[in-house]
């Protein structure tokens, strides 16, 4: 298993930027890829972006493209999600995630976080 820690959420105002890590520790070669997801009060877990840990490719949803940017350090199994041009509907639990392959689909993800909330205000 591959236990999974995210900080830096907080509240900011719309506009404004945040970025967000995640520790991984344990069985870190067992995945092949980081997720970020985030939840919404009422809402299913939605998939955010991700990235690879053995070659950078990174991929976001429609909705963060442009704004947000994952990243990751090999050297201290570290990921980071740099989240800027904030919205309110950007309001949520963000939770980084690994999976043993490229995914988007939160099933397919066998180790989460605890969550940061993120709250944007207007």
């Known amino acids: 298993q591959v236990q999974l820690v995210e900080s830096g959420g907080g509240l900011v105002q719309a506009g404004g930027s945040l970025r967000l890590s995640c520790a991984a520790s344990g069985r870190t070669l067992s995945s092949s890829a980081m997720g ?36 990751r350090d090999n050297a201290k199994n570290m990921v980071f999600l740099q989240m800027n041009s904030l919205k309110p509907e950007d309001t949520a639990v963000y939770y980084c995630a690994a999976s043993r392959v490229v995914a988007t689909n939160p099933a397919l993800f066998h180790s989460w976080g605890q969550g940061t909330q993120v709250t944007v205000s207007s």
């Open 36 to 71: 970020w997801f985030r939840q919404a009060p009422g809402k299913e877990r939605e998939f955010a972006a991700r990235i690879r840990w053995s070659s950078g490719e990174t991929y976001y949803a429609d909705s963060v493209k442009g704004r947000f940017t994952v990243s």
